[in-house]
């Protein structure tokens, strides 16, 4: 299994909620250069789960604009548990049902780190600290915790 961890892009806090707040410009920059990473294998993921708060449902849509391997069409759908707030359990839950070997989650912190420990070291404590729009490319056969290992890590 591939799973590709994004945190959104940098976004503005001027909203009336947090679920409403948008993309700064230099948070898209940042994701369409993030896009173009030419060392993640695109062609190998099939679905993009993305939270249901604008500033993560814009970073997914600059991501399927500008994807390195745009040839290869990514099926897009909204995911409850993967906001800020979200629970690893849940989100591991749901992983282990999908049919699919190569999923990409668009999510924010704290959420994006603790998943990153929690695949990779058992304790969601232990993740890696995830700037806006960073990638985060974790391997292995299944996701459940300690069972992925992180491959690569791309900051903006």
Not at 118 to 139: Q, Y
Not at 146 to 153: E, I, K, S, V
Request: glycine share 6%.
């Amino acid at each position: 299994m591939k799973l590709l961890l994004m945190r959104h892009g940098e976004a503005n806090f001027d909203a009336p909620s947090d679920a409403q707040r948008q993309l700064t410009q230099r948070g898209s920059a940042s994701v369409i250069q993030q896009s173009q990473q030419l060392t993640i294998p695109w062609h190998e993921f099939t679905s993009l789960w993305v939270s249901p708060y604008i500033r993560a449902q814009q970073t997914a849509s600059l991501l399927l604009q500008n994807y390195a391997y745009k040839k290869h069409l990514l099926n897009l759908q909204s995911l409850g548990c993967i906001t800020p707030h979200g629970e690893i359990n849940e989100v591991q839950n749901f992983l282990l049902q999908q049919q699919h070997e190569g999923i990409v989650l668009i999510t924010h912190q704290p959420l994006v780190s603790g998943l990153i420990g929690h695949f990779c070291h058992a304790n969601h404590h232990m993740g890696e600290p995830m700037r806006p729009a960073s990638m985060a490319l974790l391997e292995g056969e299944v996701a459940a915790a300690g069972c992925l290992r992180l491959t690569h890590l791309f900051h903006p």
